[in-house]
């Protein structure tokens, strides 16, 4: 089964200054990877999300960004942050060899960064 | 648009009551329908899934969710809660050829022992 590791899973940073985000996944290849953000009584809003090294996809226009490198590897980043971009960051991945034929599988999550931005 | 509503944003049992919690999504063609638990401190946990067949969906830790297709609805259900169950729980969804889950802003519950 998977395995999601991010890091750092708390960071408290100045208003525009930048931010990388790590997210790094392991056994399973060539999965669909997504940003979440988790806000007290809104859910999980989906930042972006990847099907492939080099492809994102935004959901929601805003401060920051995405990139995936490696296959199993994603990051979030911001050249400079807002007060708005607290937060708590949540990388997630989807298996996709379960997909075909079968449309969603669940989601396997990360534990998590909490960003404040001060 | 596809969306997720969870209409319950907090909920207070005792140990021992029964528990339902609602969630109704807005979705076009085939629809697979999850729920999550995040307990403090912890990530977030798939609870059940449901795909087709059965619609009443048997979980982990006791937890069922029946998806009732006439009334958009995939409601999370266990007869007798403990005080270890208190967590926030989310239901999602996702169309039948999506990447991508569909959230609801999630319900908090806590159970008084």
């Known amino acids: 089964s998977q395995t999601i590791h991010q890091w750092p899973a708390t960071l408290v940073q100045p208003v525009g200054s930048p931010l990388s985000l790590e997210c790094t996944v392991e056994?399973?290849?060539?999965?669909?990877l997504y940003w979440y953000r988790q806000a007290a009584g809104r859910g999980l809003q989906l930042l972006f999300y990847?099907?492939?090294?080099?492809?994102i996809s935004s959901e929601v226009p805003q401060n920051l960004s995405a990139s995936r490198p490696q296959d199993r590897q994603f990051i979030l980043s911001s050249k400079k942050l807002l007060l708005s971009d607290s937060g708590f960051y949540l990388c997630?991945?989807?298996?996709?060899?379960?997909?075909?034929?079968?449309?969603?599988?669940?989601?396997?999550f990360g534990n998590g960064t909490r960003l404040t931005v001060t | 648009a596809q969306s997720v509503s969870q209409h319950n944003h907090h909920v207070i049992l005792s140990e021992a009551a029964s528990l339902e919690l609602g969630c109704n999504y807005s979705?076009?063609?085939?629809?697979?329908l999850f729920w999550y638990v995040q307990y403090p401190g912890q990530h977030l946990q798939l609870l059940l899934k449901?795909?087709?067949?059965?619609?009443l969906v048997k979980g982990i830790k006791g937890f069922e969710a029946e998806f009732i297709k006439s009334k958009f609805s995939f409601n999370l259900r266990k007869p007798s809660v403990q005080w270890s169950d208190t967590a926030e729980y989310f239901c999602?969804?996702?169309?039948?050829?999506?990447?991508?889950?569909?959230f609801g802003s999630g319900t908090q519950l806590t159970v008084l022992p």
């Open positions: 997630a991945c989807m298996e996709t060899r379960a997909l075909s034929g079968r449309g969603s599988s669940p989601l396997h």
């Open positions: 056994g399973t290849s060539n999965p669909n």
């Open positions: 990847s099907v492939g090294i080099g492809q």
């Open positions: 979705y076009g063609g085939t629809v697979n």
């Open positions: 449901y795909f087709s067949g059965d619609p």
């Open positions: 999602a969804a996702g169309s039948g050829s999506a990447r991508q889950l569909t």
